[in-house]
């Protein structure tokens, strides 16, 4: 069987000096970059998710920072971040990860947001033998065989159609519309928020919309066609901007409750505070209770100017490098291969709850085994590879998006 040139090149980090040859076949020496440890990050910094992606990228950069001033992993090494922009667009996806790892040599391919992305990612990460951690929720993903290079964080479609539904059957609602993206997420959410809310005794009517029109109003009429009392969206801001802008134009009362990527403060600046007025966002939240919280918010507010809540992404993102800095130190290998296996066992139960990198690392290293909370929410992984967030509800009041509190289901 032939070796590749990456596996050429994984076998050999660990071994201090070598050299590789670069995708235009120029031979360089790398010997003294050899005890750094590279970690990519993809994140949407541009379109339809540069609301959230300058600020996980940012919190990214802390926590290598932070692992690098506690003096590294594996005995002094470094983490370095190599950063590409996803654009928030599957295409210019592929690019960069291919860049990151073909020219960059990346080990991981953090923060890839929205399934389209990172559905077409996924195949380049594991063929590539690179860990791919996640913000992206189609039941694609979570179905899939992931065979731990692939971890989904921010919650699925599933989790978020499932917290919708509840929201609206707790506020008393029995007549919903659901409009509904045309692509896995929005199709997904819709079908997860149909099944929550009729459970329940409800009735939802889904309508399916193509993206990239200039108008919604014929979509719009059919979901308020049976006089729904709320319309949940499973949608993205461009769209949902549109909607609620042709909705206020036609005066028809009725409620609205969206997922935190499409209802975001973002929305609120874009349609105006008379036509957002009342709209309720749905979103993970950070971890409240960890110690490591408040100096986070603290840290990622001034560093950023953007409350913390109205990110979600940015404290998962922090989780996100902190963890696989964690499962090196476990695994006691820099190489993905080998690491993956202990990022389960580094963030999930059992083991001793720790919040900070710091008694991470000292737990790790005195052979204990770990729990890592760390200041984004519930990091354990399910069966499928996959971590449910906490979630909480904003609502969106005289101009400004507050948030009002925790969504238990």
Known sequence: MGISRRDLLQRSAGLGALLATTAGGLRISVAQEAEEIRFGTLCPITRAGSIFGPGAQKAMEFAAADVNELGGLLGGRKIRLYSEDSQSDPDAGVRAAKKLIEVNQVQTVLGTWSSGVTMAVAP??????????????????????????????????????????????????????FMAFNNPSGLTLGEEFKRVFEAAGGTCNVIVYNPNQPSYRAELTKALST??????LGSYLPDTTIILKEWYALGEPTKWIGPIWAVSPALVDAVGAEA?????????????D?????????????????????????????????????????????????FRKKIRAVASPPGKKVYTIKEALDAIRAGEEIDYEGVGGNMNF?????????????????????????VKG
């Open 290 to 338: 960890s110690p490591a919280y408040a100096a986070f918010k603290e840290r990622y507010e001034k560093a950023t100017g953007q409350p913390v809540l109205a990110n979600p992404f940015s404290a998962m993102g922090y989780d996100m490098v902190v963890t696989c800095a964690l499962a090196i130190e476990a695994a006691k290998s820099a190489v993905a291969e080998e």
């Open 382 to 406: 399910d069966e499928t590879g996959e971590a449910k967030p906490y979630f909480g509800y904003w609502i969106a009041e005289n101009g400004k998006l507050d948030f009002k509190g925790p």
């Open 227 to 232: 006089n729904p009392e709320v319309i949940a």
């Open 124 to 177: 380049i990460v594991m063929e590539s033998k690179v860990v791919n951690m996640n913000f992206s929720g189609t039941t694609d993903l979570r179905d899939m065989k992931k065979d731990e290079w692939i971890w989904p964080v921010a919650g699925s479609n599933l989790a978020y159609g499932e917290m919708m539904g509840t929201y609206a059957i707790q506020q008393g609602y029995k007549n919903a519309s």
């Open 276 to 288: 957002a007025e009342g709209i309720v966002s749905i979103g993970a939240v950070p971890n409240f």
